[in-house]
């Protein structure tokens, strides 16, 4: 009994571990956009044909966001980005580009 809640907290700790450093990563990148780009309410948005999706907020050319979290479907990745208190996802695309942040 001792040893399989050991290993259950063990195990809890890696995948909680596994994740926080998974966000940790996303939230270490920046995303630039070269073109006018909407950012919609959700990540399935990229998904065509998905209902219940909304323009959430517009994104200008040249305008640079630090990047909340990253998510990846069968033929796209999307980006979630934080504009004056309101999260949006943006899509990959030729005028989205994800980099690594400065260090500090």
Same mark, same amino acid.
């Given at each position: 009994?001792? =040893?399989?809640?050991? $290993? /259950? =907290? *063990? /195990? %809890?700790?890696? *995948?909680? #571990?596994?994740? /926080?450093? &998974?966000?940790? %990563?996303?939230?270490?990148?920046?995303?630039?956009?070269?073109?006018? $780009?909407?950012?919609? %309410?959700?990540?399935?948005? !990229?998904?065509? @044909?998905?209902? #219940?999706?909304?323009? *959430?907020?517009?994104? @200008?050319? @040249?305008?640079?966001? &630090? *990047?909340?979290? =990253?998510?990846? !479907?069968?033929?796209?990745?999307? =980006?979630?980005?934080?504009?004056?208190?309101? &999260?949006?996802?943006?899509?990959?695309?030729?005028? $989205?580009? $994800?980099?690594? #942040?400065?260090? %500090?």
């Amino acid at each position: 009994m001792k =040893i399989s809640l050991g $290993v /259950l =907290i *063990v /195990l %809890t700790l890696v *995948v909680l #571990g596994a994740r /926080l450093m &998974d966000v940790a %990563t996303d939230r270490a990148k920046i995303v630039e956009f070269s073109a006018p $780009v909407s950012a919609y %309410t959700d990540w399935e948005c !990229g998904y065509p @044909n998905q209902s #219940g999706c909304s323009v *959430v907020f517009e994104l @200008n050319a @040249n305008a640079e966001y &630090d *990047v909340q979290r =990253i998510r990846y !479907g069968k033929d796209f990745m999307a =980006i979630k980005i934080q504009k004056g208190g309101v &999260d949006g996802w943006v899509f990959s695309s030729p005028a $989205v580009r $994800v980099h690594a #942040g400065p260090s %500090t």
